[in-house]
């Protein structure tokens, strides 16, 4: 598998996606409290979905510590089809670039958009995840299938790779159990 990306696609489709006016800008809502999203319950309400809801707080923690509330925008890899969260404080690894923070994304892209978007997927195929999980290892992201024909990805953005997989692997798990 190639290592090299050409990543001014993303940009391209993040563009279109923005120009559609579809998705949510703003997260200050979600700045406080432990969990944003319970278990039993699909993240989709009224037909919008809000995917900072598709991860609680904790599990955000559990893969790169403290971070910020989660945000979507076209800072993010995927725009408004994405949720990122941010290490508020750099891993203390050896080799670890002055100003590094982890980082968590979270796309789900709607069924109209698919075969659009999986002209981006890359990686190899993972037994034993969600289904059509593919992983590519240059980037940590976890691409998968998800209910209502969605397509979803997780990108893992950490500086050591040891956990990289794993992590992907476990958000993806439960993002795919909350949507609907």
């Not at 989709?44 to 979905?49: I, V």
């Not at 299938?145 to 992907?168: E, H, M, N, Y």
Request: proline fraction near 4%; charge should be negative.
């Amino acid at each position: 598998m190639s290592s090299s990306r050409p990543r001014s696609h993303a940009l391209v489709v993040c563009a279109l996606l923005w120009l559609t006016g579809c998705g949510r800008g703003d997260s200050a809502d979600r700045a406080s409290g432990d969990s944003v999203s319970t278990g039993g319950e699909s993240a989709a309400s009224d037909g919008e979905l809000d995917r900072c809801t598709l991860v609680k707080n904790d599990e955000i923690k559990g893969a790169i510590g403290p971070h910020d509330a989660g945000s979507t925008g076209l800072s993010n890899e995927w725009g408004t089809r994405s949720c990122r969260w941010t290490a508020t404080r750099a891993q203390p690894l050896e080799g670890n670039p002055e100003g590094w923070h982890d980082a968590i994304e979270v796309a789900v892209f709607e069924a109209t958009e698919v075969p659009m978007i999986r002209q981006q997927v890359r990686g190899d195929p993972v037994a034993g995840s969600v289904p059509g999980a593919t992983y590519d290892n240059s980037y940590g992201d976890l691409w998968f299938d998800c209910p209502g024909g969605r397509l979803c990805v997780v990108k893992a953005r950490t500086f050591s790779g040891d956990r990289r997989q794993q992590i992907a692997t476990q958000l993806a798990g439960l993002v795919h159990s909350r949507l609907r």
